[in-house]
């Protein structure tokens, strides 16, 4: 860990690692006693906050999937996700392209977000309707593998996390019945996409989570390229799986659009700039961003302030706890209103740096 009070004091930081803790919260660490002294007028503020967030840190961790973290890096794989998609034969394959630090350019790879596949058995990813409609509301990871009969070292939940997020906080909403408005629709604006613009084809799976519901998304941000502003792609069919003989296949290259389930427009810009644009055709009962970084970025002050305007409810998350309190700290200073909905886990959500890698 780096010490917690570089940059603060005159003198440097004493060589070696940062190993003295906060007695306190146990979440900060220092070089020397005289860093910590000096760094206490700021973090006497935080440690309360800090030490309830870590007494439950362990809860965030506990995911159900067996797939291993890698070995130590390499030279030939410096990174921690490319040598662990190596590790299960997945680098640079198919949807797992955009796990790489290995080059995201989205702009010349139209269609292969929804044309790639999963490179997996059929075993080991939903590539086909599942055996029986949800239930009730899926809570976990391990409930949603239950029900999509997945094995625990499937790592589909690596590139899932998206639409299964968004599920999360489509009930979090209490939009979760099947019938929104009297119609069987779901409309939902999707807020800073990023790598996900290679991975629309894992968005099919909401087809599986809302049966029987015509779901438009919206995806708006700033990394949308500007030769795909106001693509519409149209997602009718599952991501298929790597066995050749699997029923996934017997739909590849349907053109029959009345049947699609999941409809995706993308517009390239920040959320209040185009956000008139976009509610002529299109009124969502969700707005959604996730892994928003609201504290980091001020160019989200302004789409607060619009959304805080149209009335419709919205559902930021964060890479981390104290993320998500600091970003509530901002919504709640522009809206002038406490969150309606608290700081929660968001139990769908994975990061693989929280799987030990």
Not at 97 to 115: F, N
Not at 333 to 342: A, F, W
């Amino acid at each position: 860990m780096e010490c917690a009070a570089k940059g603060l004091a005159a003198e440097p930081c004493a060589g070696g690692v940062a190993d003295r803790r906060c007695g306190g919260c146990g979440a900060v660490a220092y070089c020397s006693r005289v860093h910590q002294i000096i760094h206490w007028r700021v973090h006497k503020e935080e440690c309360e906050r800090f030490a309830e967030q870590m007494r439950h840190i362990n809860a965030l961790s506990q995911f159900p999937f067996t797939f291993l973290e890698p070995p130590a890096l390499n030279h030939e794989f410096p990174s921690a996700r490319c040598l662990f998609l190596q590790s299960i034969k997945l680098h640079q394959k198919g949807l797992w392209k955009s796990e790489c630090i290995c080059g995201r350019d989205v702009a010349p790879l139209k269609g292969l977000s929804v044309e790639a596949e999963w490179n997996l058995q059929s075993s080991l990813c939903p590539c086909a309707e599942p055996k029986n409609p949800v239930s009730s509301a899926l809570a976990s990871w391990e409930a949603y593998y239950q029900w999509r009969s997945l094995p625990l070292h499937s790592p589909v939940a690596v590139l899932l996390h998206w639409p299964l997020t968004l599920y999360h906080c489509v009930q979090l909403s209490r939009t979760q019945t099947p019938r929104y408005d009297g119609q069987d629709t779901l409309c939902i604006h999707y807020l800073g996409p990023e790598k996900e613009l290679l991975q629309l084809a894992a968005f099919g799976e909401l087809r599986a989570l809302f049966p029987s519901v015509q779901i438009h998304i919206e995806l708006v941000g700033p990394e949308v390229p500007k030769s795909r502003d106001g693509e519409v792609v149209n997602i009718s069919r599952y991501a298929c799986c790597s066995d050749k003989s699997c029923c996934c296949k017997s739909s590849i290259g349907s053109k029959d659009l009345s049947c699609t389930a999941v409809t995706l427009k993308l517009w390239k810009g920040f959320y209040h700039e185009r956000c008139s644009d976009i509610l002529k055709d299109s009124v969502p009962q969700l707005i959604f961003a996730p892994n928003a970084g609201v504290a980091a970025y001020p160019s989200w002050m302004p789409t607060i302030e619009m959304i805080r305007q149209t009335g419709i409810p919205a559902i930021f998350t964060d890479f981390c706890e104290e993320a998500a309190h600091l970003a509530s700290c901002c919504i709640s200073s522009i809206t002038g209103q406490p969150l309606k909905i608290p700081i929660q886990e968001v139990y769908l959500e994975i990061d693989l740096s929280r799987n030990g890698m």
